[in-house]
């Protein structure tokens, strides 16, 4: 089983259209979340880091459930500039001074006009 | 915010030759780099962690000896694809990130594709 599951889609949407993307993981003892976005042939970039309680950035939402181990990300009004593959990305506990990061294999979004 | 830099960007090699990458974090001291690997369609797979002054950390099944890992500064770590194959072409993104920090900065990354 994969350390970090994702659903790899393509998720094709209208302009407008609200999208959820579903991730789970399997280190119940993994510390922190986040979702990433990497454009074509780019770097991944951090899109918002996830808290148990929820929480929101504008036009996105991201989702935590420790107890399932899951993880989502809602957009809302999708833009064209929200084409991307989006990443969920899971930090396990360790120790030392490396802070590794465990990266799904991304759900392709692409919005279209 | 952290600027961490990779040089080249792309490259193109024969196989059988050595290929280095660098990675320099460009407005902080970074005591911890991270390198990745990234075939099309797929997820970033850490290679190997690598601490300021000490030796890299290399994941389960990358070869250490054909990806030497140096770390000699605060704000550069090299990578070097040493006798490479058409097979070790990829996307190789370094990240950056310092004792105690959450974050971790990536670079933007270097294309190797190895003829």
């Known amino acids: 089983r994969k350390e970090v599951e994702q659903d790899p889609g393509p998720f094709n949407v209208p302009e407008g259209a609200t999208v959820a993307f579903n991730c789970t993981y399997s280190n119940s003892a993994s510390q922190s979340f986040f979702w990433y976005r990497q454009d074509c042939r780019k770097e991944p970039k951090l899109l918002m880091s996830?808290?148990?309680s929820g929480n929101e950035d504008g036009r996105f939402t991201a989702q935590l459930n420790r107890a399932s181990q899951y993880i989502s990300l809602l957009i809302r009004d999708s833009k064209l500039s929200d084409s991307a593959t989006y990443l969920c990305?899971?930090?396990?506990?360790?120790?030392?001074?490396?802070?590794?990061?465990?990266f799904g294999s991304g759900t392709q979004l692409t919005v279209l006009p | 915010g952290a600027v961490v830099s990779q040089h080249p960007s792309w490259v193109i090699c024969k196989s059988g030759t050595s290929v280095k990458i660098e990675c320099r974090s460009l407005d902080f001291q970074a005591t911890t780099m991270f390198w990745y690997r990234q075939f099309p369609k797929q997820s970033l797979m850490l290679m190997a962690t690598s601490n300021e002054g000490s030796k890299a950390t290399y994941e389960q099944g990358v070869e250490k000896d054909k990806f030497l890992i140096n770390h000699a500064s605060l704000t550069l770590s090299t990578l070097t694809v040493t006798s490479a194959h058409p097979e070790d072409s990829s996307f190789y993104i370094c990240?950056?990130?310092?004792?105690?920090?959450?974050?971790?900065?990536f670079g933007p990354g270097t294309r190797l594709t190895v003829t």
């Open positions: 990305v899971v930090r396990p506990i360790s120790s030392g001074s490396a802070r590794q990061l465990t």
């Open positions: 996830v808290y148990s």
């Open positions: 990240s950056a990130g310092w004792t105690g920090g959450y974050e971790q900065y």
